[in-house]
């Protein structure tokens, strides 16, 4: 159970491999997104603190240090955060606030493309 309101979802997308056979969909899909509202303007640490990654990770009772984005990146010339959980087998997870929303970005541990997905990726208003 929640103890907050959480974040308009916007859109969801993710890229399969259609040739998987596995049953564990957080390790075969290369690539998800998920465009969420943030009204507030919140930065990746801030957006760690208030949702604990809720609509684009796994819910916690208590935000953990293990779990912060700790780590810079840039996508299109946007600053953002990112971390790997450890639980997860290396996923990778990416905050990047841009035009009002939070892009929440999970890269496979599989994914041998998720540097090309990265440097190609444009924001489009």
Request: proline content about 7%.
């Amino acid at each position: 159970m929640m103890g907050y309101s959480p974040p308009e979802v916007i859109i969801g997308t993710v890229l399969e491999d259609s040739s998987s056979t596995s049953f564990n969909p957080i390790l075969e899909n290369y690539f998800s997104l998920w465009v969420l509202s943030n009204n507030e303007g919140l930065n990746p640490d801030d957006w760690y603190e208030k949702y604990q990654y809720f609509g684009c990770g796994p819910f916690t009772q208590k935000p953990s240090e293990e779990r912060k984005p700790i780590n810079t990146v840039s996508i299109d010339g946007t600053e953002g955060k990112m971390m790997v959980y450890k639980d997860q087998v290396g996923q990778k997870l990416i905050l990047v606030p841009r035009f009002g929303n939070m892009y929440c970005f999970h890269l496979s541990p599989t994914a041998q493309i998720d540097n090309q997905i990265l440097q190609s990726f444009t924001f489009i208003k």
